[in-house]
């Protein structure tokens, strides 16, 4: 069912390798021409551009852009008591990993009387999508919201499109699960709008027919489609972003100690969530390539979303890596920078210390992608397409800014006056050494 790539007896570096290996075709670049008009139209006409784009690409107009305090309230004492539980489990796992991330001021005396101060301070309001198509996505609102209340930012919203299904009071709203996501951590700003649009709106901000205004953000976080990802790339400048995020990726690293049904599992389920999603084993043992490829084959056909599943497994971004030892796999996996990587092999813990590009690492039997997706503590916002050998995941740092502050008194700027007045010599911009000079020897200038 898997393609075969066969690297074996190959000496390929990093370049040859990210060229060799499979991927799927995301062309952020060719949304950018749809998206466009999108984002003008909202910029333009705001609400009501909203209002229209939600029947044209969700099939309903909303009741009201901003959800009421009351609905979010329904939504949480609607929701199922085992989907709330384990929510709970999840944004308690999140806040324990995340509460570690939150950075201290430091403080540097790089001379007597002259220091350097680098303050941490958060984003003053975010927009945080949570994407709504082909399946629900309340562990999102989770990874999403966890970081930035860590981080204290002061403003938040969550924006997420309304679903054609819902009925009753909640008709024209987004999913009831996502609402019961929001009001469990206590979100009270949350956004009927989904797509571009939303990043569009967030970017420019609204005021909705009711009356409610959605102030401008200044970053928008969360995964969603290639429009999403379009229209964080035209409007990046006006809003920080967090990543442009692609279709989801599995890489699994194993040997011959690994169980063909367990890597298998793994695959299929990253496959559950597009045609487009990358499923790639990497390994060293051709018997156990053709284990999984037959298990892999039985899953797919056997498993709810099967049609989606076999198109991923299918598709040119999904392979089975055959290299000659574990040493040439983690040169394969290192090139591939996946978004989610699991090493099943022996001393498991041993080679995912030599990992040096991946959103995220899973090691072990026990320790699946699905596992990291929900509960295990950790962020399930990773870098896609490659992108992890030079970014990170969602994480409290993503929302803060740091600030060096820079205090001299006037020995420490007499010191070091003279090292400032030959830099700024050497790249002809006398005016800057003036600067120093005017306070340190105040008659030279005159």
């Keep these: 069912m898997l393609a075969t790539i066969d690297l074996r007896s190959a000496t390929l570096g990093p370049r040859r390798l990210r060229e060799v290996m499979p991927r799927a075709e995301y062309d952020v670049e060719a949304a950018l021409e749809t998206v466009r008009p999108i984002c003008d139209d909202v910029r333009d006409r705001g609400a009501e551009a909203l209002y229209d784009l939600a029947e044209r690409f969700d099939g309903v107009r909303p009741t009201h852009l901003r959800v009421p305090a009351e609905i979010l309230a329904l939504a949480l004492e609607r929701l199922d008591p085992d989907v709330r539980a384990a929510l709970e489990v999840s944004i308690e796992r999140a806040r324990r990993v995340h509460a570690d991330q939150v950075r201290t001021d430091t403080t540097t005396e790089v001379a007597p009387g002259g220091t350097v101060t680098e303050r941490w301070v958060p984003v003053d309001r975010v927009g945080l999508y949570v994407p709504g198509g082909r399946a629900v996505y309340p562990s999102s609102v989770v990874m999403n919201v966890v970081p930035a209340q860590i981080a204290e930012v002061g403003s938040l919203a969550v924006a997420s499109p309304p679903q054609r299904d819902n009925v009753g009071e909640l008709a024209g709203y987004p999913h009831p699960t996502i609402l019961a ?44 489609n290639i429009y999403v990802a379009a229209a964080k790339r035209l409007l990046k400048g006006l809003i920080g972003i967090d990543s442009e995020a692609g279709p989801t990726e599995i890489a699994v690293l194993a040997d011959a100690s690994a169980d063909p049904e367990l890597v298998a599992a793994d695959l299929v389920s990253q496959a559950e969530h597009d045609p487009l999603a990358a499923s790639v084993l990497v390994t060293d043992d051709p018997a156990l390539a053709e284990a999984v490829d037959a298990a892999v084959a039985r899953r797919a056909a056997a498993t709810k979303h099967s049609e989606r599943v076999s198109t991923a497994l299918t598709g040119r971004q999904s392979a089975v890596v055959l290299v000659d030892d574990l040493d040439a796999g983690l040169d394969v996996v290192n090139a591939y920078g996946a978004e989610h990587l699991e090493i099943l092999t022996e001393d498991a813990p041993a080679v995912a210390a030599r990992v040096r590009n991946a959103g995220a690492v899973f090691v072990g039997p026990y320790s699946p992608v699905s596992l990291g997706d929900y509960a295990a503590g950790s962020n399930h916002v990773l870098p896609t397409g490659g992108c992890a050998c030079h970014s990170s995941g969602l994480s409290v740092q993503s929302f803060l800014r740091g600030i060096h502050v820079v205090t001299y008194d006037e020995a420490a700027l007499t010191e070091v006056g003279p090292a400032v007045v030959t830099l700024a010599q050497a790249e002809d911009l006398p005016a800057h050494g003036e600067a120093v000079t005017a306070r340190t020897d105040p008659g030279s200038g005159r």
């Design 181 to 224: 996501a929001c009001a469990l951590l206590g979100v009270e700003e949350v956004w009927t709008m989904g797509g571009a649009q939303a990043v569009a709106a967030f970017a420019h901000g609204v005021v909705g027919t009711d009356g409610a205004t959605c102030e401008p953000v200044s970053l928008v976080t969360g995964p969603g």
